[in-house]
Structures are given as C-alpha cells and as structure tokens.
C-alpha cells in the first residue's frame, strides 16, 4: 500500500502522511486533495513510500490526485527543501506559497491560449516547401505560405479566419510547422538593428559564453549606461540557438517595460513570459505553464520568478542585483538573488549578477575570487560621458523652500537649452511632517512609531506604515497655534516651489501616489522620451534603470537624513542609489550634471561619489565592517517578535535568549540584546528584535535549527508572534 507525504499549507514544519493506493513514484510533485481536520485542503506530493510513522486506525486516505499538469520537477522541489532548512521554514508554506495561486485550488480550468496569443510559424513550418503540399489543397497552401511571409497571425486575424482555416492551424500546431506563443503588446514591426559591442562588452560576453555549460557566478560590474543589457541580450541570444531557457531577475517589472520591450523586440520568435505582481492569477499561471513546458525561452520577472520551474535552464541574469526589492520582507524572507545562485549551481549554468553599484557581499565574493569579475568602464553609446557631480553646501547656502540659488540657475540653464531635468528627493526616513513652531508639537500616528506625512492635495496626514488618514487640523493640538507648518521636502511640496519659480516649465511629479494608476508609469516614461517633460519630480522610483537620452542634470535634495542611519546598511545603500540616480544625467551625447545639496559636502560617500569612485569607497565600507566583524565578513540573522506592548515583546525575546545557551554551537555565536524595533510600533502592534551573529555560516545554521524548536515550546505560552529573518537587509 503506498502512503503519501504530502506539503500542506500550514504552520508546522513537517509533512502528512495518507494512504494512496494509486500512487507511485511517478507521481512526485502532483497536487493531491487531502482530509485535513475537518476540511479538505490541496497539498504537494513530495514523496511516496512504503510506511509510515502514524497508527493505521488514524491513517487517512487521500481523495484524490491530480494529474492534469505534469507534476512539480525534481529540481524545484530541491529547492523548496532548500528553502525549508535554510530560512527555516515550515515546508508547507514554502511549496504552497511559492506556486501559482491557481494550482492551489481544487478544480484547475486551464484556459485555452486565448486572446493574447498569437500563431507563430516554427523554424520546422519556415524550412517547409509550400509547393510540396497538393495543388487541390489550395487553402493549406494559402495558409503555410502567408505564414511563411507574415511569421505569424496575430489573435486578431484568427478571430476573423474561416473555420476551415482555424481547422488548419490546429493541424499545422500538431505537426509543429506553428506553434503558440503569448502576445508580444506593441511589438514595432521594423526591427532596429541592435548595436555592435563595445570592446568591453564584446570581451565580457566572450568570457561568459567560454563557459555556458558549467556553474560560474559572474559579477558584471558596469557602470551606469555602460550597456550591461546589451550583454544580457547577447549572451541570451547565443543560448536561446541551443535551445535554453533563461531566467532573468529584475527588482520591479512595472517599472522597467523598456527591458522587457528590448528583450521582446530583440527575440520576436521567442516566447516572452513575464511574471510579476501584476498579473491576474490566470496569467501568472499561464506564464509559468509555458515556463514548465520549456516553451518560454525567456522568462523574466520579480523576485517570486525565481521558483519558476524551467526544465530547460541555461542561464540566468538577475539585473540590479544590489536591490533590496530581490529580498522578502515577509513569510518566507528569501533572498532571491541567493536562490538564484543555488538554482544556477543546481542546474550548472552561468548566473550573471549584474550591477553599477554592487553589493558589499558580491563585490567581497568578488575581490575574494568567489565570483568571476567583468567590468564595463566606459559608457556604452560613444561619446556619453558620466556626469560631474558637485555638492551644494547648505551651510554656506541658503535654501528657501529647499532650492537653493545655485540648484535654480541650473534648472534655469537646462530649461533654456531646452533639456530635460531630474530633481530627486531621497525620502527614506525623511518625510514632510506637519510641524508647530511654537510649541514643537509633531503630528504622529497613534498607532506606529511614525510620523504622519502631509499630503497637501488631498489636505490629509497619512500613516505610510499603517495607513491610518486624517485631516489636517487647522491649528496645532497643543498650543493652538494655528501657525503650524509642513516641515520637510515632499514631492508635492518641491513641485509647488518649482512651479512658481519656472511658471512656464511642464512639470511632472512621479511617486507612488501618482502612478498608482495602471499603466501611469508607461505615460510617464512616454511622456519623457516624447519631450513633453522639463522637470521631473520623484522619489526613488525615478532612480532605477531608465533610459532618458534628453536629461542632462540631476539635482539630489536631502539625502543626508540616511547619512547617519542607525541601520548599518544605510549608507551603502544610499550610495548605490545616488550612483544610480546620477547615472541617470547625460545618458547620450548631452554631458550630464548632477548637484547634491547638502549640509555635509565633506563626507567620504559624497567624496567618494563626486569622483564617482565606487571601488574606493566600497572598500573603504568594507574594512569598516571587516573591524566591526559585520556582513560580509560575519552572518546575521535576526528573532523578532511582536505583542500589543512592547514589554511581553522584550520578555520573550528575553526569554529566547535565555534558552540560547543550551542550543548546539551557542559557544560559535554571538547574541545582541533585544531591543524595541527602529519602527517600535506598528499597525498597532509593538515589535522588538535580537540580533545573532555568527563567523561561519554552518554554525549560525546549527545554532538556529536548534533554537528555532525551542522557540515553538516557548512561543506557545505568551501572545507573541515572532519570526526569524536570515540575512536580514534591513534592521
Ligand atoms: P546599463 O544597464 O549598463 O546602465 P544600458 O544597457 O541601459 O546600460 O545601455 C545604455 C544605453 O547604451 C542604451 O541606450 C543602449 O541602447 C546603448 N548601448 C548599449 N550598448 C551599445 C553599443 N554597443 N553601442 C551603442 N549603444 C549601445
Ligand atoms: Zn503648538
Ligand atoms: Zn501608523
């Protein structure tokens, strides 16, 4: 009789075992529909054997098991038992959450390819002698011969084709002279002729097609506009001929269309599957069908993409690999350009991690000879050059509304060559708060440790952590004063200053607010490719890899607040991103400037980025946290834990550590002291976090797999919830 073992999504780390007496090994990785209490939920198979632990009076038996899609492959099981130990997690949660939402339900109706696909005619159907096919098959002919010159029958065409003829495509589908491919939207139909490669690039994509058939972890360290996606693009042509897959990674796909557009332009006969957030759960599933299928020869998503089963894997790029976006903040807190390198070592195949601003963990793998370095120093498209970066010293400068005099004159020079301007503001932990001078009085959220950020159009305070809204008092609370102020530089704010000093000027604003619309960011970045921007205004979303040929100066307003962070990360990540946004200044033949207005021109990150010296400064970071025995040079993890107050938060952690020194290698680590987290308060929960540090990997694994279960014997008398992070980003 074969019993089961069967991923459940629930919070236990183990597996259930039921009878099935169909079952074989063959059926590893099916979806089964189980007995659970008094429900029936949808589970994994992730093995099938001949006993088992629990008593026969209390073994169930399974209801049912599917079979309509072929079952999870080997390889993404492996990984989701990865998953399990490594982040420690119950494995339930790791197979259930990391499939599409689709094949968590019971009845799975898979949609014929609707709508968005298109006929596309093979290599097989193109070689086809179309005089070959009898002259009394008129229709048959008609048919291969306008595929042979159209390439494809876009969805729009099938609709209207006779039924005779739709007949005809199925039969052509079977004998694979067409096959089925996802729409590509907005595909231009004359080609543009891709670039030659630099020497730099040419040198880089020989290096890593040397060695296609092996594990290599390649570090591309380009700086910005070097072409790093051209390298990307080419090396993916050359393992699409041999018939490979390739994953590529990238922080927020609703933000980089022009990526996906460049690899869709670039491989029109490719089938391109992107998943991301923003896709219905039909689509997600679709997309990842035609990933497990091998049909997709590219698939190109966010950090969830990176469970993708792809039996044919080649390659995988994962862009920008420094973003904090690669890593999950909640659940299961993976970082997905880690499983990306374990997928690539499972698979043996070349992962590029691609970056201006490299990580500090890469870059060291890098010095350390871990990863094979490449490097693109010069700008891809000849004669761009990087921008000059000067500081604006605030202490010399006054700064009415924040702009300083300088900032405007620039703003004014580019507006009378008719170029295109930048002004970012780092908003991180620094927003517009409303302020009463007389008293000192800060509008707070009842409910977190923050402060409320003033949104003037909608003349509202708002909780960016919680959501909490209300509206703004007409005079201060305390004192009554009803002189009371925003304080601060928020989007809107710089907008309202700018628009009265260039009255004139067309002015676009892009935060989260206001391409919270579908499809607002592709008007945004139509907007300012079709020159129909002078200034644009935004947050962090402005800095990631976009392309804008026409902007010729950066202006970088208060990125000083995250200067003195308690976070120790703070400071490497601010650097990545104010490269990133400068990098963004004369992308083409315009010479690029960038100004940063600041209270401390002398501080080593700006120094360091005035010369545009990310070697120098990374290093320097670097010894820092050799000294201080921080990542990359010690591992991290970190036990939070929240309640309704703070102090059951603190005795529970108190009490985690406690039972720490009876866990195996307690002597290998070390354990911070618990304290209230950065953000104590939170959707009206209090939260408090340790920190445990080790030198060796292998023994802060040991150590928490031994802690974490007596954890579960602890957590069970308070009403605490608490979770571990491993390699945690942020603190
Ligand atoms: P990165 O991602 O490294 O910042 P991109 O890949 O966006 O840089 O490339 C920057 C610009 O350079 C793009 O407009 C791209 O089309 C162009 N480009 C890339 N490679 C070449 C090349 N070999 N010759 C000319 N232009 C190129
Ligand atoms: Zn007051
Ligand atoms: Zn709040």
Redesign the pocket.
Known sequence: MAIIRVALDVPVDCLFDYLAPDASVADIGLRVCVPFGKRRTLGIILSVCADTAIPSNKLKQAERIYRDIPPLPPALLELFKFCNRYYHHPIGQVVMNSIPNRLRQFKLTIDQPSRAFAWVITDKGRLLDATDIPARSRAKRLLLTTLQDNGQIPPEAFKQMSAHNRKLLREFLALDWVTQMPLVPGLPTAQTEP????PE?NAAIAAILADTGMFASWLLH?????????VYLRVTAALLKQQRQVLLLVPEINLTPQLEARFKQRFPETAVVSLHSGLNDNERLQGWLLAQQGKAGIVLGTRLAVFTPLPELGLIVV?EEQDLSFKQQDGLRYSARDLAIYRAKQAGVPIIL?S?TPSLESYQHALAGHYRLLR?HS????G?TLPVIRCIDLRLTKAPEGLTEPLLTALQTALSQQQQSLVFINRRGYAPVLLCKSCGWVAACTRCSSRLVVHLHARQLRCHYCGHQQTVPAACPECGDPDILPFGQGTQRIEAALRSHFPAARILRVDRDSIRRKHAWQSVLDAVQNQQVDILVGTQLLAK?H?F?NLSLVCILNADASLYSTDFRAEEQLFAQLMQVA?RAG??DIPGTVLIQTEFPHHPLYQALSRQNYDSHARTLLRERQLTHFPPFAYQAVLRAEAIVIDSALAFLGKAAKIATACEQFGQIQLFDPVPAPMMRLKGRERAQLLVHAHSRKHLQEFLFDWQQRLHTLAAQKKVRWHLDIDPLML
């Open positions: 670039p030659s490669p630099t690039q380009g700086i910005t506009g070097s072409g790093k996606t051209e862009d691609g201006a693109l700008r891809a498209v000849s761009a890899g392309d040929p990098g992308r083409a």
